[in-house]
């Protein structure tokens, strides 16, 4: 069993940073792709960022120059550092981690609002 935790998500207002963390624990421990998704209210869940074992990194383009991912060594955590947030930001954050199938976390809140 392969568990996926996140964390950093919460309130923050327009203009303002947070850092979200994702890690992998369990029979898996060092992931191929490490990516980040986001779905707000009423929209599909979309891609926000992935980055590969070799650092090769893909973003959406509503995001870039804000947004950096990043990961450890081991590939077992990611990160979403965030800045400059956007009220349009706001959504459930997902952090998938893959390894011939993919594992999906349960989501965290970001809220970016005054």
């Known amino acids: 069993q392969v568990r996926v935790a996140e964390s950093g998500g919460g309130l923050v207002q327009p203009g303002g940073s947070l850092r979200l963390s994702c890690t992998g624990s369990?029979?898996?421990?060092?992931?191929?792709?490490m990516s980040w998704y986001r779905q707000g209210p009423g929209d599909q869940r979309e891609l926000v960022a992935a980055i590969v074992g070799g650092g090769i990194t893909r973003y959406a383009d509503s995001v870039k120059g804000r947004f950096t991912i990043s990961r450890d060594r081991a590939m077992s955590t990611v990160y979403l550092q965030m800045d400059n947030l956007k009220p349009e930001d706001t959504a459930v954050y997902y952090c998938?981690?893959?390894?011939?199938?993919?594992?999906w976390g349960q989501g965290i809140q970001v809220t970016v609002s005054e």
């Open positions: 998938k981690l893959k390894s011939g199938v993919d594992y």
């Open positions: 369990g029979r898996i421990i060092s992931f191929t792709a």
